[in-house]
């Protein structure tokens, strides 16, 4: 073999190399698009629209969001997963995303851990058990002795089957020895829609249920983890499960994210990094999440948020073994 023959792989290489380097120092170059795995209208699309507008103007280039409901997630990260890894297809998960359905599905096709690149935590939510003002339903006592005394027609609802809100439901029926019925959203908004209408009983909703409750149509009768400054007479979850004879009761926590296909180039992840905690940190943008109930990360590093899907994923891999949770 000639020698020039010989380098010709790694001049192949170092072209590579240099159009990559140039690529990310011109990112971005076009629009950006934001993957919400959720129907508009919950929390999780409104945060995702604060950071549409917000690294909108930090990137000079749009971000532009787009919905991609299904299967609690799977569809939209399933894509996401198999993107190109150019930065300009970034997704916005939830913890059950990420952390739970590897756990549950068969049909997943990404793995947590090495299909993407994370580039920060967002928010941590508060969580809350809300049920229709007209209910009846006074506590979340009130609502443990209606499932004993009423097997099967206490209805709950959640985003998906395996989503948090999915184990929250699970374990209570396994501690509190209750039977309840299980209904799956494509997203929280469209179960808190239902209950609101009365044909659902209950839902461990995101900050999403605190418009309708401020407005009289929902009652939260417990908030996870602490109680909240906006809804001050609501008892935090501990609270509430303790007067129901079920203290050590905890609901997974949730927390939303950045992510990027894994291979896009550190210097991507980097700028997509800034931007994102650069708009966190505007004093408008973290009234609203609070008013919201919700909580800013005060770490935003991609490491942090590296390791907190990978403790939050052995977690809860954990939990679902201890309780045998299975879906269909």
Do not use: C
């Amino acid at each position: 073999m000639s020698r020039s023959r010989r380098l010709l792989p790694a001049a192949a290489a170092l072209m590579l190399l240099a159009a990559t380097g140039a690529s990310a120092q011109d990112y971005p170059s076009k629009p950006i698009v934001l993957i919400v795995p959720f129907a508009p209208g919950g929390f999780v699309h409104a945060v995702a629209l604060m950071l549409s507008e917000g690294m909108s103007k930090t990137l000079g280039q749009s971000v532009v969001v787009t919905n991609q409901p299904g299967a609690n997630g799977i569809v939209a990260a399933n894509a996401v997963a198999k993107a190109a890894p150019d930065g300009y297809t970034i997704f916005l998960p939830t913890a059950s995303i990420l952390t739970v359905n590897p756990h549950l599905y068969k049909n997943v096709q990404y793995d947590p851990h090495t299909d993407f690149a994370p580039i920060g935590q967002i928010v941590n939510t508060s969580n809350m058990f809300v049920v229709k003002s007209e209910s009846g339903i006074k506590s979340f006592k009130d609502l443990v002795e209606r499932a004993r005394a009423r097997p099967e027609a206490v209805s709950y609802g959640s985003s998906g089957a395996g989503s948090v809100q999915h184990l929250a439901g699970e374990a209570l029926q396994q501690q509190g020895k209750v039977k309840l019925m299980h209904v799956p959203y494509k997203g929280i908004a469209p179960a808190l829609t239902d209950v609101v209408g009365g044909n659902l009983t209950v839902v461990f909703s995101d900050a999403s249920a605190i418009p309708h409750v401020k407005a009289g149509k929902l009652t939260a009768i417990a908030v996870s983890p602490k109680r909240l400054d906006d809804l001050p007479g609501v008892p935090s979850l501990a609270e509430a499960a303790a007067e129901a004879g079920l203290s050590g009761y905890q609901a997974p926590t949730l927390w939303y994210g950045l992510v990027a296909p894994k291979g896009t180039p550190p210097e991507v992840i980097a700028k997509l990094n800034a931007a994102m905690s650069e708009t966190i940190k505007r004093p408008d943008v973290r009234q609203k999440m609070t008013a919201a109930g919700a909580t800013p990360s005060e770490d935003t590093s991609s490491q942090f948020f590296a390791s907190t899907i990978k403790a939050d994923h052995e977690r809860y891999g954990k939990l679902i073994k201890d309780l045998n949770i299975k879906v269909e």
